[in-house]
Each structure stands twice: as C-alpha cells, then as structure tokens.
C-alpha cells in the first residue's frame, strides 16, 4: 500500500484531533440538586462540582436541623443548572463515590462553580484530582469573603487562626486556617510547616513525601513559607496538635512576604504514622 501524501495525513490527523475534541463536550442535563455541589443528571449518573465545598450544617447539628445556607446553596444550584445545556469544562474524573468530579459550564457560558462561590453558598475545596481552575475559584471566593455574602456572615464558616485550643474543637471537618509559619523542617523526605514554638502541642502542616514532588513541580521550596503568613485550607486531624494534611500547591496562599528565617526544631527521623485522610463529604 503506497504512503498516505503528509498533506493528507495531518488532515486525516486535524480531523480525528477535532471529532475527539467533540465527543469529550457532550452536552449534560440536570434533573435535580440533591445539595449544594452534587446534580442528578437525566441519564442517571450523579455529578459532582470539583473544587468547592458547598455550605452544609456544622458538624455539631442534630440530623434533621434546618440548616438555611445549605438549602440555599442546594436552591441556588437547582436554578443555575436544572433544565440547562450543560457542558465539562476542561476534563471530568470519576470520584471514590462512582461521581462524575467536573468543572460545568452552562450553554450560555456561565460557569457553575464561580457563580456559586461568587454567592457566597461555597467555599474552595481542591483536590490532589481537583485543581484545575484554583486560581480563579480562589478570587471569586475572596470577593464573596471580602463583602460579606453568604456563608462568609456566619462564625461556623470564618477564616481560623492558626490556634491549637480552637482547632482542636475543628477536629475532623474541612477548614481554612491562617497563620504565620514559625518554621519549616524536613524529616523523612516529608517537609513540616510549624506554626508555634512546640511542634508537638501546636498547629502544623505535614507535606508528605509524594505531596513534595507536587510542590517542586509547581516550583514552591516549602522552606519558602518560613516567617510567611499563609491561608491553608483542608481537614483539620490530631497527631498530638492539630495537623493539616497539604496533598498539593493550592492548598496553601501566602498573604505576605518572608521574615527573617528561624532554626528548625529538632525531628525524629521517623515521622509518626500517617493521619487517616478520609475527606467525606
């Protein structure tokens, strides 16, 4: 069989390119909200809106409470997605629930998660499988902090300070702590973001081994937030203090510039067994 012409071939090639791009924006339709992240779409699947974590009752409420922000968002997102030409922005993922995990944008180009986190009904929850879009979703979330909309005019919701006694009652739910990074050691081939004196009563980010490759790659020593004050975000456990697992990049802002470095504190050279890291929803 004589060679296919170049000319013919990178048109045969620009075709497929295309119909594959096609296919992967096939059009989606909601049948419901079931919560303020999560669509029932019409052909059965459930979908779920990556990167945020929409307002839902306080850990201490009672099964059954009316909790208004969350039937607000639940409300927000029927009107936004239910019966609209949906589309994935970027590339969908199937979660650990058998979810579709995806950025949506509707016929009309409005983006869901930014029209919810704009509200004020979310907050920013990226995942190691969930990044995509961080840097936009981080600014439209500020915006809705910065006036006060939605879950931003509630306590349950601040911003926490980088306090062991007011973690500690955190335990076990998703939060966004801010702090002044004390210090930065690394033990293990794990890097540890202290931020008080003793790092075994007090608050700390624990990057592990496999996290660090994704913080080189994204060009981020993490002795650079030493002296820094950075905003974290993620679930709050105990390993002694209160820890923060940093799986990836953006779950750590820094909000100033470096202070003078101090002396890292003396680790043992086998870090504690890993914090189960069960993020339900």
Same mark, same amino acid.
């Given at each position: ?7 013919? $071939?990178? $048109? ?16 989606? =339709? ?16 459930s979908l779920r809106l990556a990167g945020i974590e929409p307002a839902a009752p306080p850990m201490a409420a ?6 208004? $922000? ?6 927000? @997102?029927?009107e936004l997605a239910v019966g609209q030409s949906l589309t994935v922005r970027g590339e969908a993922r199937t979660?650990?629930?058998?979810? @579709? ?21 979310? =907050? ?6 969930? *990044? ?27 911003? =926490? ?21 004390? =210090? ?46 950075? *905003? ?9 203090? +209160? ?20 002396? +890292? ?17």
């Amino acid at each position: 069989m004589p060679a296919m012409p170049r000319r013919i $071939l990178s $048109l045969t090639l620009l075709a497929l390119l295309l119909m594959a791009t096609t296919a992967g924006a096939t059009e989606l =339709r909601a049948a419901a909200a079931t919560d303020g992240a999560t669509l029932l779409l019409e052909d059965g699947r459930s979908l779920r809106l990556a990167g945020i974590e929409p307002a839902a009752p306080p850990m201490a409420a009672e099964p059954g409470d009316h909790w208004p $922000l969350a039937e607000a968002a639940r409300r927000a @997102l029927a009107e936004l997605a239910v019966g609209q030409s949906l589309t994935v922005r970027g590339e969908a993922r199937t979660d650990r629930h058998g979810r @579709l995990l995806a950025q949506l944008e509707r016929g009309d180009g409005l983006w869901l998660q930014g029209a919810l986190l704009a509200r004020g009904l979310a =907050r920013v929850h990226t995942r190691p499988d969930a *990044r995509a879009l961080a840097r936009e979703m981080l600014a439209a979330e500020a915006a809705a902090r910065d006036a006060g909309r939605g879950v931003w005019r509630t306590r349950a919701y601040a911003v =926490r300070p980088a306090d062991p006694d007011a973690l500690r009652r955190d335990r076990d739910s998703f939060q966004i702590v801010e702090g002044r990074v004390l =210090r930065v050691s690394k033990a293990g081939g794990d890097a540890y973001l202290d931020f008080g004196e003793d790092w075994r009563t007090d608050v700390t980010v624990h990057i592990g081994r496999a996290a660090l490759h994704e913080f080189v790659a994204a060009g981020i020593d993490p002795l650079s937030y030493e002296g820094r004050t950075v *905003r974290v975000r993620g679930w709050v456990g105990l390993r002694a203090g +209160p820890l923060i697992e940093a799986t990836h990049p953006e779950q750590i802002e820094r909000l100033d510039g470096a202070a003078s470095p101090l002396p +890292p504190p003396h680790r043992p050279s086998a870090p504690p067994p890993d914090l189960s890291d069960d993020e339900e929803e």
